[in-house]
């Protein structure tokens, strides 16, 4: 599970972090527990981005048809909304034994599954690691896992016996001994037997146990008569703990003995990325996100993500209800945003596109638990305009995070949240030209969700989602650009720029509809040094001498001298991504009867 993450943000202290310093830099690594509200509904309307032809590998045969499959980026990504496992395949877990000196059947099992996925099958940092599940079952009947005897070493089912074969006769004759004590007991097959005709983990009562003699033509030196079980008949409680390791890349994999080669003390932070290259340049530079021909084009100019995210998941429930739930998540996120708006007349509009999906290779433990990561990126924009106006603004986000959330209560009450984060912004250069009075928003949505399903019955879908929005007021006759070293204006011009984010969880289950909360909200937050009142011509540098000896009146409102922003990589070898906001100009057409989406999504690369 390639990370698992990617994103997202607990920034439960930003507010004071921007607000207490010049710089946009937070002071020092907080911690801050959230009581959780209900989330604020943005009311954007959702605009689904044309695939074009040239993105399919494998194109749809006719409407309708799922089946078609998306051709992916750098890090595996692809353009749209999420896919799922019809784009990204779930790798099924193989089970590792958790060594037993008895043989006896006991009402509460252990159990552990891993997958292991080599660097060449990992396009997210190419890093050796692997996925393990640790499982603690409690069961209504005595009970044993046959995947935690190494002395094991065939499994052979039919429909109503199940045959061992040992190492030795002696550990044969151990086990027998224990077994018939019992009597009567089930089991717990591991899915390479494919009991009950699938490939799965599958259940057994025993009602005999025998022990075939010397000669006897049996595959096995151990039989069971059984019947087959279900799950809820054996299952009582369970709990289950997912987390992702970093293996020596001299790693050979998960030996079937129970050895295990990979750190299990360190948390595995995988490099995640949308939409960039190997520099940190945007893969597609320009993505039109609405266009109203003649009236407005709003497009994502150099909107990208990259960092390192980690995870770990731990559940507990029955066969049929989910009790408790705890996710974390941790890494590094640096995020860029750009929005261009051209528009001839007045317009107000409120959008929200998916842009792209990171598949963060979903697991599966074959009839037990399917755990989906993604890592979704989406973009908004809002915005206000009367006028003829061409403005972009832009920002980029630096935001080392760790987030947990849970219920001691399943899902019937509001998740407890502790967040921790430094994070730092930097104000892309902001342009505006045109006689217009303005408002625009530009929103990058990355979003972690986790789709979980125990006992092939879906539990939950966790999505957990950052938005941060640079926003723009203004009223401007000419032109003007202001970025963090300053202004320059020609005509009459009034702006204030100003940032504000937003953490939200959303969890949905086949009990009952999504239930969405906010986590945490900064409100609106004026940049420093992005808040102007000109008249005239003029040119100013923070810090610098802002008189003149002309008459027209210039007043920057704010005099705050930003900081420099600490640029530090986010790993070794990780680029620093500079954006520079594309220019373009408006030129209108005639007005069609309604707005659509634009059939063209990407501007051609630079």
């Keep these: 599970m390639r990370s698992i993450i990617a994103s997202l943000l607990a920034l439960a202290v930003v507010t004071q972090a921007v607000a207490a310093t010049d710089s946009y830099q937070g002071q020092g690594q907080q911690q801050v527990k959230r009581k959780c509200t209900k989330k604020t509904n943005?009311?954007?309307?959702?605009?689904?981005?044309?695939?074009?032809?040239?993105?399919?590998?494998?194109?749809?045969?006719?409407?309708?048809?799922?089946?078609?499959?998306?051709?992916?980026?750098?890090?595996?990504?692809?353009?749209?909304?999420?896919?799922?496992?019809?784009?990204?395949?779930?790798?099924?877990?193989?089970?590792v034994p958790v060594p037993r000196k008895s043989y006896q059947p006991v009402t509460t099992i252990k159990a552990a599954y891993a997958a292991d996925i080599p660097a060449a099958d990992n396009p997210l940092g190419h890093q050796h690691a692997v996925v393990v599940a640790d499982c603690e079952f409690k069961t209504k009947k005595p009970t044993i896992n046959l995947a935690n005897f190494p002395q094991i070493t065939g499994i052979k089912c039919s429909e109503s016996t199940v045959s061992l074969t040992f190492a030795t006769d002696a550990s044969a004759a151990k086990a027998h001994e224990e077994w018939i004590k019992a009597k009567e007991f089930a089991i717990m097959v591991p899915r390479h037997a494919k009991c009950n005709g699938k490939d799965e983990v599958a259940m057994r009562d025993v009602s005999l146990t025998k022990l075939a003699d010397k000669g006897q033509d049996v595959e096995g030196q151990i039989v069971f008569t059984t019947a087959k079980a279900h799950r809820e008949d054996v299952i009582d409680e369970f709990v289950i703990e997912v987390k992702q390791y970093m293996a020596p890349a001299n790693a050979t994999g998960l030996s079937k003995r129970g050895i295990f080669d990979w750190n299990k003390d360190k948390l595995a932070k995988w490099t995640i990325g949308i939409n960039t290259d190997n520099d940190g340049n945007a893969v597609k530079p320009s993505i039109t996100m609405y266009e109203y021909p003649g009236i407005v084009r709003a497009s994502c100019e150099n909107c990208l993500a990259y960092g390192q995210a980690g995870i770990s998941l731990k559940i507990s429930g029955t066969a049929f209800v989910l009790k408790t739930y705890e996710v974390e998540l941790s890494g590094e996120l640096k995020a860029n945003i750009g929005l261009k708006v051209e528009a001839s007349k007045t317009i107000t509009n409120s959008i929200e596109v998916p842009l792209f999906v990171l598949p963060l290779s979903p697991v599966s433990i074959p009839g037990v638990l399917?755990?989906?990561?993604?890592?979704?990126?989406?973009?908004?924009?809002?915005?206000?305009?009367?006028?003829?106006?061409?403005l972009t603004t832009g920002t980029t986000l630096s935001i080392p995070y760790k987030w947990t959330a849970g219920s001691q209560n399943g899902l019937f009450s509001p998740p407890k949240a502790r967040s921790e984060g430094k994070p730092s912004l930097e104000l892309r250069p902001v342009t505006l030209t045109g006689e217009v009075t303005a408002n625009a928003e530009a929103h990058l949505i990355p979003s972690f969700v986790l789709g979980l399903s125990v006992w092939k019955i879906p539990a939950f879908t966790l999505d957990l989602e950052?938005?941060?929005?640079?926003?723009?007021?203004?009223?401007?006759?000419g032109r003007a650009t202001i970025d963090h070293t300053g202004a320059?204006?020609?005509?009459?011009?009034?702006?204030?720029?100003?940032?504000?984010?937003?953490?939200?969880?959303?969890?949905?289950?086949?009990?009952?509809?999504?239930?969405?909360?906010?986590?945490?909200?900064?409100?609106?937050l004026v940049i420093p040094g992005a808040k102007y009142q000109i008249q005239g011509s003029v040119n100013t540098t923070f810090g610098a001498n802002r008189n003149n000896n002309n008459n027209n009146r210039n007043v920057p409102v704010e005099r705050a001298r930003p900081a420099p922003v600490t640029r530090a990589p986010i790993a070794a070898g990780t680029p620093t991504t500079t954006a520079t906001p594309a220019t373009a100009t408006a030129t209108a057409t005639t007005t069609p009867p309604a707005a659509r989406a634009s059939a063209t999504p990407f501007a051609p690369a630079a």
């Design 488 to 524: 320059g204006a020609e005509g009459s011009f009034a702006i204030e720029a100003y940032h504000k984010h937003e953490l939200d969880l959303g969890i949905k289950s086949a009990a009952f509809a999504t239930k969405e909360w906010t986590l945490w909200t900064s409100g609106r």
């Design 42 to 95: 943005h009311r954007r309307e959702k605009v689904s981005l044309p695939i074009p032809e040239s993105e399919y590998e494998v194109k749809p045969q006719h409407p309708g048809d799922d089946h078609y499959k998306l051709k992916t980026g750098n890090h595996g990504e692809y353009l749209g909304p999420s896919r799922g496992a019809a784009q990204a395949p779930f790798t099924k877990m193989h089970a």
């Design 370 to 390: 399917t755990l989906g990561p993604e890592l979704r990126l989406k973009a908004a924009a809002s915005y206000n305009v009367a006028g003829q106006v061409l």
């Design 466 to 477: 950052w938005d941060s929005a640079l926003g723009v007021d203004a009223v401007a006759k």
